[in-house]
């Protein structure tokens, strides 16, 4: 997590995104495009060492965060959308903490997870919610609740 923290203080020192809104729809098209390329071909991975084992996961981690931060959320206006996005953001840190519990112990139970699928990542994600869901249901308003916020 190291370099990917590195290059978040980075980026808020130099306000990237402020720079890149004036060319919002190229940055955005750039980013996919990375993205794509990342992924469909095994640029820079590398196959050993501990832990940290390629620079892809800071390539990707870096323009995802552009793709996302340059999307113009702040024009949406259909309550149905927004209602949405609202609900599918909810409770972020929580899945974050625990996802890779889930995935750790249903890999075996569950092949799309297993396989590493995109499908797999929903069900994770699906998962994860509903636990973060329960969680805040049961911890009501103690301090607990924020193990799942």
């Known amino acids: 997590m190291f370099p990917i923290a590195v290059t978040g203080l980075s980026f808020s ?3 990237i995104i402020s720079k890149l809104e004036k060319l ?11 993205i794509i390329f990342l992924f469909k071909y095994d640029i820079f991975v590398i196959k050993t060492g501990y832990l940290y084992r390629s620079i892809i996961f800071n390539i990707a981690a870096i323009n995802l965060f552009i793709l996302f931060s340059l999307i113009p959320f702040e024009k949406i206006k259909n309550n149905i959308i927004i209602s949405i996005i609202i609900n599918i953001t909810k409770n972020t840190g929580g899945i974050y ?4 519990i889930v995935k750790a112990n249903l890999y075996i139970l569950i092949k799309s997870i297993n396989y590493k699928t995109f499908f797999g990542c929903i069900i994770i994600y699906l998962i994860s919610y509903f636990i ?3 969680g805040i249901k049961i911890c009501g308003k103690t301090i607990f609740r924020n193990l799942f916020s």
């Open 132 to 134: 973060c869901f329960i």
């Open 13 to 15: 020192s130099l306000n």
């Open 24 to 34: 919002r729809i190229k940055a955005i098209l750039i980013s996919f495009l990375i």
């Open 97 to 100: 903490y625990i996802h890779a």
